[in-house]
């Protein structure tokens, strides 16, 4: 990852710095960095910057697990909601799920698109009668989605992640003789990536000898 990279060579460096590197703005590069900080692959003091973390560093370095794996190993079971279902159900299929992200599914269980608590707050605000609009009315439509293939690396995702500022990414397959209608297989989220890492982190101490 392009930032990883540059922490690496110019250590200790500031956001502002990163920012400047890159050509985008400190506020851009929020997410990004808290991401790789909340995986151990950056740590940051203040008034002195960031500089690579204790996860990066590690002698057996758990990065390299990273780049092994696939995301059909990590990926969780995603929240399917058909396109006929209602705003107001939406919302409290948010709520009742305790998920951040709702897949929209169509005829055939195919993929059509993702819901997400900002879509329905936009709709619902000053729009009183907006509580029976189907959810395909409000969502994000694929191919306009960002999406991950079970075969693709979670460094993949990862990078995915942290490039499209998002929190969760679709896992799609394509259909037999349908490459315009994939099937969802899954998700994975930054709180798969997170419990993926505090898993090794644990083997990997549990596998280190007493002194």
């Not at 909601?81 to 919302?91: E, M, T, Y």
């Not at 994975?188 to 280190?208: T, Y």
Request: with cysteine; hydrophobic share 40%.
């Amino acid at each position: 990852m392009e930032l990883l990279e540059l922490v690496k060579r110019h250590a200790p460096v500031t956001g502002e710095q990163l920012a400047e590197y890159l050509g985008v703005s400190r506020p851009t590069l929020r997410s990004d960095l808290s991401l790789l900080v909340m995986l151990g692959l950056l740590d940051a003091k203040p008034k002195v910057g960031y500089f690579l973390g204790n996860t990066y560093r590690s002698n057996s370095d758990p990065m390299q697990q990273f780049h092994a794996m696939k995301v059909r190993e990590v990926q969780g079971v995603p929240v399917n909601v058909p396109d006929s279902l209602s705003v107001h159900d939406a919302v409290i299929t948010l709520f009742t799920e305790n998920a951040d992200t709702l897949l929209v599914i169509g005829e055939q269980k195919r993929f059509v698109g993702i819901v997400t608590p900002k879509d329905l707050l936009k709709i619902t605000l000053g729009n009183p009668g907006s509580a029976s609009i189907p959810v395909s009315m409000v969502m994000t439509r694929y191919p306009n989605i960002v999406t991950l293939m079970p075969d693709d690396s979670v460094m993949d995702a990862i990078r995915k992640m942290s490039l499209h500022q998002v929190d969760c990414l679709p896992v799609i397959v394509p259909r037999e003789g349908q490459a315009a209608d994939p099937e969802v297989t899954g998700w994975v989220s930054k709180s798969n990536i997170i419990r993926l890492l505090a898993e090794i982190a644990v083997d990997r101490e549990l596998g280190e000898p007493d002194l």
